[in-house]
């Protein structure tokens, strides 16, 4: 199970919206074939896994492991659990149950009634944990929120003024490059208005080879500069606002309207849900990230000390969470945390 784990996450970034599922098939305890989660619209773990095995005949004495309980519905793509039943595959060891609407036990029931010998919730900690965009989107109807930013020495995360609309960079570029990778993994990225203005942030993946996000902007007041990159439509670019702009609307650009107020966290992570969005990196600046983090919106927080002091500026946003692990990235400290009071998927 560890090892359907490892391979699932190949499927990080380029799975979604179906769960990045690993799955080890084992024949007198050795591997003859493995496979994880395609691109959407293509083959399940399950399926990647059997047609790698290059003797079908040794799957009628083989076990199969799979991180999360399989399919039992129509999709893109046939039944996991029947292709399981029609290869004669007798044991299915699960991480742990698929809790969508359609699948919520009956791909458990369905290999059962076939005759297989299905044993449910090997590792089920860590594979909920594998699977906690998921989970976190079906259970919690919200996006997973991962909170990233830089702070000084000093614990500022933007000088008092800068002379130019560009960013000034706290990290090395390998912490940078790092940033641009998860950009790729994750299916969104959200700033507010201030970071646009002052940075013409782009929030793409420049520096590394993937998808870029979906660009989130948090513009109550319409404040943003028309000529800001995160208006170029080059990428798909959701705006959050107070005022109608519905008219503006494109395939590439779309308005959302919400009421200012307490609930403005809430009723972003209401709009991310409705566009499907499965996970979000909030990366600033303070404001924003502080406002999530008031409303215990936030699931993991990513935090990078560079070595330079500004000695006046905007404060780092301050956060109270499990630390589960620290390291160095050249001369920048990465430090992760999680929210203990909301990390249950």
């Not at 519905?73 to 290869?87: L, V």
Request: aromatic share 6%; net charge positive; with cysteine.
């Amino acid at each position: 199970m560890q090892r359907c784990i490892q391979i699932g996450k190949n499927a990080l970034g380029y799975a979604r919206p179906n769960p990045m599922v690993g799955c080890v098939i084992v024949h007198n305890e050795h591997i003859i074939g493995e496979g994880f989660t395609s691109t959407y619209g293509g083959n399940h773990a399950e399926v990647n896994a059997v047609n790698s095995v290059k003797d079908k005949s040794l799957l009628k004495e083989a076990s199969l492991y799979v991180t999360l309980e399989p399919c039992s519905h129509f999709g893109k793509t046939p039944p996991c659990s029947d292709m399981i039943i029609r290869n004669q595959i007798p044991k299915v060891f699960i991480g742990t149950i698929d809790t969508h609407s359609k699948v919520a036990g009956r791909g458990i029931e369905k290999l059962k009634k076939a005759g297989c010998e299905v044993m449910v919730g090997v590792l089920e900690d860590e594979c909920r944990k594998h699977h906690k965009r998921f989970f976190t989107y079906h259970n919690k109807k919200r996006p997973y929120i991962i909170l990233k930013w830089a702070q000084t020495q000093d614990g500022f995360i933007a000088p008092e003024k800068s002379s130019e609309r560009a960013p000034v960079w706290i990290t090395n570029s390998n912490s940078r490059q790092l940033v641009h990778k998860w950009r790729a993994e994750e299916q969104a990225i959200l700033v507010g208005n201030k970071t646009v203005i002052e940075d013409n942030a782009k929030l793409t993946t420049r520096d590394w080879s993937g998808h870029h996000p979906v660009r989130v902007l948090i513009d109550l007041y319409n404040k943003t500069p028309i000529d800001s990159s995160i208006l170029d439509k080059t990428v798909k670019t959701i705006v959050i606002t107070s005022k109608n702009n519905i008219n503006k609307n494109s395939s590439n650009l779309i308005y959302e309207t919400i009421e200012p107020g307490k609930q403005i966290t809430t009723d972003i992570c209401k709009i991310l849900h409705k566009h499907e969005i499965q996970s979000v990196i909030i990366e600033g600046g303070s404001f924003t990230i502080q406002s999530f983090i008031d409303e215990n919106l936030w699931d993991e927080a990513r935090i990078f000390k560079g070595t330079t002091d500004f000695s006046k500026g905007t404060i780092a946003p301050k956060i109270h969470g499990k630390l589960t692990s620290s390291e160095k990235i050249l001369n920048d400290t990465l430090s992760i945390y999680i929210n203990d009071h909301n990390n249950h998927f």
